[in-house]
């Protein structure tokens, strides 16, 4: 894998073995930023079911402030971590080995700045399950009741083409999906109370 855009441009970067979702692929990837555009820069990024933080450090390189990476894996942590000290953004990075679906006061950023771009790549069987998207759904409306997502926040959803998916989430508008090959992008924007 590797950094496709930005201040690290064509860096490589490691992932884990053994995901249960196939990283996304530099396409999936390189679509996806050109859709958030300018919205990346200076932005305050929380990166959940993050892997190898492939989403975060493309966000970095292309000129957001901050990442929270959150992974409940220990390997993914650890690759996380590799990842940051290669290209050298540990001061840019929090790196957390938690259950993304159970946020609670550890997942608020560090400063005054709520998160403003929050990627959620859940499995592909998560997304897929209704009571894995009630877990999802529950666990945005409990980053909201954390005070941690900033009015108009953008959240990406990453889901496997054709999916079913109730969505938007409660206190979200949904703004955009596009389907690249197997995976289908959701792109939702918080408009509800309880944000920056």
Not at 78 to 105: H, K, S, W, Y
Not at 131 to 154: K, N
Request: proline share 5%; hydrophobic share 40%; with cysteine.
């Amino acid at each position: 894998m590797r950094i496709i855009a930005g201040t690290h441009r064509s860096r490589l970067i490691d992932a884990p073995e053994g995901l249960t979702t196939r990283p996304m692929t530099d396409r999936v990837r390189e679509n996806l930023f050109n859709l958030l555009g300018e919205t990346v820069v200076g932005a305050t990024v929380l990166d959940l079911f993050c892997g190898s933080g492939a989403l975060g450090l493309e966000a970095l390189s292309r000129g957001a402030a901050r990442v929270t990476f959150v992974d409940a894996g220990r390997e993914a942590v650890t690759v996380v971590e590799t990842n940051c000290r290669r290209l050298g953004l540990e001061e840019q990075a929090r790196i957390l080995r938690r259950d993304a679906l159970r946020p609670g006061p550890w997942i608020r950023p560090v400063g005054a700045k709520n998160y403003t771009l929050i990627f959620a790549d859940p499995p592909y069987k998560m997304s897929a399950e209704p009571a894995g998207q009630t877990q999802l759904a529950a666990m945005a409306a409990a980053l909201v009741r954390l005070g941690c997502v900033a009015r108009g926040a953008l959240v990406m959803l990453r889901a496997e083409r054709g999916t079913k998916i109730a969505l938007p989430w409660p206190g979200f508008e949904l703004s955009d999906g596009r389907s690249y090959g197997t995976t289908t992008l959701y792109l939702m924007t918080y408009t509800g109370t309880g944000g920056q």
